[in-house]
């Protein structure tokens, strides 16, 4: 998008980030690039949706990642399953944290643990 508009990516990137703020001779052509009217860009109302914009930028991004030799389907699919498996290990301790500590003060109570440290 730096291109389009005439500027370098770290202006682009301070402007994303809130340092700084695109200069007013920058606005129209930066409303041209993001497909975006130039009210909203100003107030952040009219009639273009922020979820239009994301999925627009999300295509870009899934674009640049292609273009850069990354297979990103099977990032997300490796993404996804280390967030599934995350999900069932804490619902299970969830679900389990009652039977968890029963067990403890079981073992605790009957000596069987000395130390009073070691527990599931």
């Not at 998008?1 to 994303?16: D, F, G, L, N, Y």
């Not at 399953?81 to 009652?98: G, H, I, K, S």
């Amino acid at each position: 998008m730096s291109r389009q508009i005439s500027v370098t990516p770290a202006a682009v990137a301070q402007w994303e980030l809130g340092m700084t703020r695109p200069a007013s001779s920058r606005l129209v052509a930066l409303s041209k690039a993001l497909r975006v009217p130039l009210d909203w860009l100003l107030t952040g109302t009219g009639a273009t949706s922020l979820g239009r914009i994301a999925v627009r930028l999300e295509t870009q991004l899934v674009q640049q990642a292609h273009a850069a030799g990354i297979d990103v389907t099977f990032q997300l699919e490796l993404r996804l399953r280390e967030l599934v498996a995350d999900a069932r290990r804490q619902r299970w301790l969830e679900d389990n944290r009652t039977a968890l500590q029963d067990a403890n003060r079981f073992l605790s109570c009957n000596g069987l643990w000395s130390d009073g440290r070691r527990q599931f």
